[in-house]
């Protein structure tokens, strides 16, 4: 089995400070981890993935996410919040080469970056 | 750039009444997927769908569920007599076949059950 977990419900940061929304994962075999935002009223936007490769992996809007496969954990950075950014994030994972090809998605964390 | 529509964007309907969610994936995508979203709570996989038929389902997707590609643009979610716990949000995902990770989603369909 797979699963996901987000441990902060929401993240406040001062617009121009780091951000960093944690998420830890489980699953038997080789992750694939993936963020998504979804904005009020919106459905749900890719942001990044990690498949193999670069631990560091940069995807849209600055952000990016470090893959630890020691601490079972790719948790989303960006280096400077914008006001914009102000969205709920989701954190998911699928077991790679595996036939479980759905995702497994963490309860979300609602990011608020105050100007 | 291309995509992922869904239609209605809004659903009330009466308990017991049969809804039909519309979808049309990503041109092409092979790969369809729903997924729903009850308030407040996190995102969970209802079905996969490749080939003309359902790849994998979960223990939500039950006999009042089913899934249908009726043309070769539209995929479709259909619940036979709606719950009041079938109120969510509807998203609709596909993806290619190679590169084969990325899901993208529609905008959902926010169903309300009375």
């Known amino acids: 089995a797979q699963s996901v977990a987000q441990p902060e419900d929401q993240v406040n940061v001062a617009e121009g400070n780091p951000l960093t929304v944690k998420c830890t994962y489980s699953v038997s075999g080789n992750p694939y981890l993936f963020w998504y935002v979804q904005y009020p009223n919106r459905g749900l936007q890719f942001l990044l993935k990690y498949i193999t490769g670069d631990n560091l992996v940069k995807g849209s809007y600055g952000f990016e996410a470090e893959f630890n496969k020691s601490q079972t954990s790719f948790h989303l950075k960006k280096p400077s919040a914008l006001v914009s950014d102000s969205a709920l994030y989701f954190c998911a994972v699928r077991e790679g080469g595996g036939s479980a090809r759905q995702l497994t998605f963490g309860s979300g964390t609602q990011l608020t970056v105050l100007p | 750039e291309p995509e992922v529509t869904q239609t209605p964007s809004h659903q009330v309907t009466q308990m017991g009444q049969e809804v039909i969610l519309r979808c049309v994936p990503i041109s092409n995508h092979l790969y369809f997927y729903w997924y729903r979203q009850i308030l407040g709570q996190k995102v969970e996989f209802l079905v996969s769908f490749y080939n003309n038929e359902i790849s994998e389902k979960s223990e939500i997707f039950d006999d009042q569920f089913s899934v249908e590609r009726p043309d070769g643009s539209n995929f479709t979610l259909k619940i036979r007599s709606t719950k009041l716990e079938d109120s969510a949000m509807y998203f609709c995902?596909?993806?290619?076949?190679?590169?084969?990770?990325?899901?993208?989603f529609g905008p959902g369909t926010r169903l309300l059950v009375l």
């Open positions: 995902a596909s993806r290619a076949f190679t590169p084969p990770e990325t899901q993208y």
